[in-house]
């Protein structure tokens, strides 16, 4: 702990120094997954799976509803922020997913998708698939946009972002009987991580040399986990935790193969496991009071639909709550996880 602590002080000045020389540390960010990370684009889809609406949004810079599956900004704005962004990439589906706006980067993500295909056909949003096809579309956008060779550039010194596996368990495995007695979790682990490598090699090969990708998150923790498969219990469904370890475990060892299978490959699995569960297991620990009730709602079942403006009994401060809905962080535990991943991103940037 000392050693990173140490790490951190000493890179920490070298951030600023390059933000205040150049700006921004890496060109753009482009971002691909699920809820996690959707900035807005199935506002702009036939789904129900939507967070354009209040009290979503409530608490964001324009205090009003992004998209955003939150009270505010996500972690990947604050990641933005951190590495010197005056701006967040925008929605690719959105109306300023073009022009100049894209020079930043862009946002693929679509809440309830997932790295198994099917998944994203429940609930109509964007498979990673379709994802990469709007990739595709937006490479030759920035080439008009900025000329072949600064289009070049912003390709292969842009940050990945996936963000994906959570809804093909919560949203499909463990509530669909085809998928859970077709496969233990172990092998639709294996599904979801070859899925994983077929990504990142598809998207290497158009161009991608920084990746990160986050791990699963203590899925047994989340309040809809507990509410629907805890059996009446109040803790952590271990059983759902203990298959998100195994996932990662196996996403771990997929990055390792990747790396050595592709020469020019820098990438990170970023770990929201551990300190998500630290946040549910001691909130107090950093300033929370509420780790088992979200703030919308009843704060045990309410997502996008069923958490909104007259959903009673939404708190009025969501600061000393670690959920926002029953699925996702609020915007104060975005920041503390931000400020985690940050530190285990550097050699992305470097």
Partial sequence: ??????????????????????GQLVPAIITFGDSAVDVGNNNHLYTLVRANFPPYGRDFVTHSPTG???????????????????????A?????????????????????SGLYERTAALYNAIPLSRQLGYYREYQTKLHRAAGKATASSIISQAIY??????????????????????????????VLVQ????????????????????????????????????????????????????????????ARALRNGLPELKIVVFDIYAPLYDLVTNP??????EARRACCGTGTIETSLLCNANAPGTCSNA???????????????????????????????S
């Fill in 1 to 22: 702990m000392m050693g990173t602590f140490l790490l951190f002080m000493i890179f920490l000045p070298l951030l600023w120094t390059s933000q205040l020389v150049r």
């Fill in 68 to 90: 955003r599956f939150c009270n505010g900004k996500l972690v990947t704005d604050f990641t933005a922020e951190s590495l010197g962004f005056a701006s967040y990439p925008p």
């Fill in 92 to 112: 690719y589906l959105s109306p300023q997913g073009s022009g100049k706006n894209i020079l930043i980067g862009a946002n693929f993500a679509s809440a309830s």
């Fill in 161 to 190: 972002i996936l963000s994906a596996g959570s809804s093909d368990f919560i949203q499909n495995y463990y509530i669909n009987p085809l998928l859970n007695r077709a496969y233990t979790p172990g092998q639709f682990s294996d």
């Fill in 195 to 254: 899925s994983f490598s077929s990504f990142v090699q598809e998207l290497y090969g158009l161009g991608a040399r920084r990746i990160g990708v986050t791990s699963l998150p203590p899925l047994g923790c989340l309040p809809a986990s507990i509410t629907l498969f805890g059996l009446g219990s109040n803790d952590c469904v271990e059983r759902l935790n203990t298959d998100a370890l195994s996932f990662n475990r196996k996403l771990h060892a997929a």
């Fill in 284 to 289: 107090l620990k950093q300033g929370f009071t």
């Fill in 319 to 349: 600061t000393t709550y670690v959920f926002w809905d029953s699925f996702h962080p609020s915007e104060a535990a975005n920041q503390l996880l931000a400020n985690a991943l940050l530190l285990q991103g550097i050699s992305l940037i």
